[in-house]
């Protein structure tokens, strides 16, 4: 059964009311929150949340028939700034302890950049960043651990940390965490050169790292001049959805699948496009 979402922050900001009505209008299952990114009043420095506020959003949503599928705290895990790396890993820490009073597992992030921007950094490749990933991350999975949540690891071919298959493999083997899991998102993970392999690059993600993937991303692109272009809405450009639909009902039925790329116009007619592809 194909379980979809959105990313809430697509949708503006507001009160948690004002997005989960919002949110609401489109018969979507779960959502996505970024709590900075939706509610103004929320900032992006550790110490705002509670689990009296955690409850309220997750009654909110849940009263639009709404779970709340992943927290979003994107940080940068590598961040060339001691300071802000700080702060970033103290807010991630913070999310894992009050994301089941969010009646959510799941704390979503990158790997990060050597850039304090997660742009493209030669840098974020080399060795002694990824063993400085893998500390952050092994810091992160202690908080997880005690309080029974999730740290979901997306991976970005090209410019991120963690950027090829192998890499998220030797990330969690190296932290060796159960509550370290992938988020898994084929498009971001495609080589910009490889798109052509599609299928035979699902299929190896789900060989390598399969067992530890606890939600999907979903978006699109097109190919062009042999290289992969734009974060498009789902169904609009070459993504196999059908083949990675079909992948998901046999290995991992009602999996979180987030739609990126969304919006008010667009969102009926990619849901009912990808609901189609799942037939």
Do not use: W
Not at 54 to 79: E, M, W
Not at 127 to 149: H, P, Q
Not at 228 to 255: C, N, T, V
């Amino acid at each position: 059964m194909l379980n979809l979402g959105l990313r809430a922050h697509d949708y503006g900001q507001g009160t948690p009311a004002e997005i989960a009505a919002r949110l609401g209008q489109y018969n979507a299952s779960c959502v996505q929150l970024a709590p900075a990114k939706s509610f103004p009043f929320i900032g992006e420095q550790p110490g705002q949340l509670s689990p009296g506020f955690a409850n309220q959003v997750r009654d909110t949503f849940a009263a639009q028939g709404i779970s709340i599928a992943v927290l979003g705290c994107y940080i940068n895990p590598i961040h060339p700034d001691p300071v802000a790396k700080e702060q970033a890993l103290q807010r991630f820490e913070e999310h894992l302890r009050f994301a089941r009073d969010f009646g959510c597992a799941i704390v979503g992030t990158e790997t990060g950049s050597k850039n304090g921007d997660c742009t493209f950094h030669p840098d974020s490749q080399k060795k002694e960043s990824f063993i400085e990933l893998v500390d952050a991350v092994r810091r992160l999975a202690d908080t997880a651990e005690k309080y029974g949540t999730i740290v979901g690891i997306e991976g970005v071919a090209h410019h991120h940390t963690v950027h090829t298959y192998e890499k998220m493999l030797e990330l969690l083997e190296l932290v060796d965490s159960p509550n370290v899991q992938v988020i898994y998102d084929p498009v971001n993970f495609f080589p910009l050169d490889q798109c052509h392999r599609q299928q035979a690059l699902m299929d190896e993600a789900f060989d390598l790292f399969g067992d530890r993937i606890v939600a999907i991303h979903s978006k699109d692109f097109v190919i062009k001049d042999g290289l992969k272009h734009g974060d498009l809405p789902s169904g609009s450009g070459d993504m196999d959805h059908r083949y990675l639909f079909e992948k998901l009902q046999k290995l991992k039925p009602g999996i979180h699948t987030i739609l990126e790329s969304t919006n008010p116009d667009n969102v009926q007619g990619i849901l009912q496009h990808l609901r189609q592809c799942a037939e």
